[in-house]
């Protein structure tokens, strides 16, 4: 599988990455599997956060991935905060949370070190010169090797990719939500590598019903549905290879997070990674409706 670079960090990841969050947690035997069955195709990045399953998803994966854990690319999240009640959560970046939050992750995951470390969100309320500072001085302990965000608001992954030393930005990306794309350039001429999720749309740009989805209205998902339906058909290809290629042609994307339920899924998606080779020539331009971030411009 292509790796490509992570940012500015020196580290490497699969073109396709691996979301623990689809981790069933109830059958341990199957996700184990889930977890080996990727490594063996050649995913190296394995992505989480301390917000799944209220640690219980690091655990998981830190049980998953012992055996090759130097071999990949691990990478969590931190900065939500479940309530007491464990019904909700809150938001703490703090220097004093986020050192502690980092130790409690490290031990679930049963690992000394996190190759990327992502604040899971960021508002423009948040300290940033602290938040900044924290994460060098993580990195200057070795307890983590990078650091980057999952943000979708452009004054806070914009301020980051600006004045700090991060090496991503995780953002939901795909044929239907293609408002990311008004920043992609602007990312990578920062070096900042785009980690996209949700590049098959909740599974409407393969074999979900259409509905509403990110201010597009039950119309224009039909449209975009066919007109992939249609590419599919003309070229041999699944509808995911054909979202894959739209997102992954991108350069400014450095891998596609992909969450799988069971190997027969991951299986699925593996051969439509390797159908895209079929689409290197097709024009995918204009395809998607163009979207724009609407709030924390």
Not at 80 to 86: C, I, L, P, R
Not at 141 to 162: M, T
Not at 218 to 228: H, P, S, Y
Request: aromatic fraction near 10%.
């Amino acid at each position: 599988m292509l790796l490509n670079n992570l940012g500015k960090s020196g580290l490497k990841v699969s073109a396709l990455g691996f979301g623990a969050m689809s981790l069933s947690g109830k059958d341990e035997a199957a996700d184990m599997k889930l977890i080996r069955t990727a490594y063996a195709e050649g995913v190296c990045y394995f992505d989480t956060a301390d917000l799944y399953a209220k640690g219980e998803n690091e655990v998981l994966l830190g049980k998953g991935i012992k055996a090759f854990r130097k071999e990949i690319i691990l990478a969590t999240k931190v900065g939500n905060v479940w309530n007491e009640t464990g019904e909700g959560w809150g938001w703490d970046v703090s220097k004093e949370y986020i050192n502690r939050a980092v130790d409690a992750s490290l031990k679930r995951l049963q690992t000394d070190y996190l190759d990327l470390y992502q604040l899971h969100g960021g508002t423009i309320a948040d300290n940033f010169d602290e938040v900044i500072d924290t994460f060098e001085r993580l990195k200057t302990s070795g307890k983590i090797r990078a650091y980057g965000l999952s943000s979708i608001r452009p004054n806070v992954f914009g301020y980051y990719a600006k004045v700090a030393n991060i090496s991503s930005n995780m953002m939901q990306y795909s044929m239907l939500d293609t408002r990311p794309e008004e920043y992609l350039d602007f990312l990578r001429s920062q070096e900042v590598g785009v980690i996209a999720r949700g590049v098959l749309g909740q599974g409407l740009l393969v074999n979900k019903p259409a509905m509403g989805y990110v201010g597009l209205d039950v119309g224009t998902v039909e449209t975009i549905q066919q007109k992939v339906k249609s590419i599919a058909f003309e070229y041999g290809v699944s509808s995911s290879a054909v979202a894959l290629t739209y997102v992954l042609r991108n350069a400014a994307v450095c891998t596609a997070l992909l969450g799988a339920r069971t190997v027969a899924q991951f299986n699925q998606l593996i051969q439509a990674y390797k159908e895209m080779e079929e689409l290197q020539d097709v024009v995918l331009d204009g395809m998607a409706a163009q979207l724009r971030y609407e709030q924390h411009l």
